[in-house]
């Protein structure tokens, strides 16, 4: 589902995949905004304001719910 909606969305929004058990990165990102569960989604405005967080399992509607949302 995921990667369907990063196709639909390309070229308006950015996906950003994180293991933090493959990647340093991923970890400093997780603790840098105190994100404890997997799955997170994490909704992130242009000017790098979080829109939302959304933890765990979510419906598609609600993924492009909040996509729609950003600015």
């Known amino acids: 589902m995921v990667d369907r909606l990063e196709q639909e ?3 308006k929004v950015l996906f950003k995949r994180l293991n933090p058990e493959e990647d340093a990165e ?3 990102i997780m603790a840098k905004y105190n994100l404890t569960s997997i799955p997170t989604f994490m909704f992130v405005n242009r000017d790098g304001s979080v829109a939302e967080t959304l ?3 979510a419906e598609e509607s609600r993924l492009r719910q909040s996509l729609d949302a950003l600015k």
Do not use: K, L, Q, R
Request: proline share 0%; net charge negative.
């Open 9 to 11: 969305y390309e070229g």
């Open 26 to 28: 991923a970890s400093s």
């Open 55 to 57: 933890i765990g399992a």
